[in-house]
């Protein structure tokens, strides 16, 4: 079992940074992908960012690349998401996930399948 908690989340007016980070603990592995998805009201949940577990290459969403950044902290067994210049729009419940293995195929890290491991999410509400 993997277990992620994240923390960081709160209220900041547009145009405004936040920083939220994923600690996790469990069985931990040395392949696959942490990512980062949120959920606004009434929408489904989508595909923010993720980092593959060794740190080395990182994927974004059109609608946050050049904002926002992942990160990982291998010694601490930790992923952030650095989110600058924040918009009305980012506003969600943010969560982390892992996903235990390499997949194959193009924008396979963007599905939620495969991501066997959440943690309980963080609210971001970014203000007009």
């Known amino acids: 079992q993997v277990q992620l908690v994240e923390s960081g989340g709160g209220l900041v007016q547009a145009g405004g940074s936040l920083k939220l980070s994923c600690a996790a603990s469990?069985?931990?592995?040395?392949?696959?992908?942490m990512g980062w998805f949120r959920q606004a009201p009434g929408k489904e949940r989508e595909f923010v960012s993720a980092i593959t577990w060794s740190g080395v290459t990182t994927y974004y969403s059109d609608s946050v690349k050049g904002r926002f950044t992942i990160s990982r902290d291998s010694a601490k067994n930790t992923v952030s998401l650095q989110m600058n210049s924040l918009k009305p729009e980012d506003t969600a419940a943010y969560y982390c996930?892992?996903?235990?293995?390499?997949?194959?195929?193009?924008?396979?890290?963007?599905?939620?399948?495969?991501?066997?491991?959440w943690g309980q999410g963080t609210q971001v509400t970014v203000s007009s």
């Open positions: 996930a892992a996903k235990l293995y390499y997949c194959s195929g193009s924008g396979c890290y963007e599905r939620l399948a495969g991501y066997g491991y």
């Open positions: 469990g069985r931990t592995s040395s392949s696959g992908y």
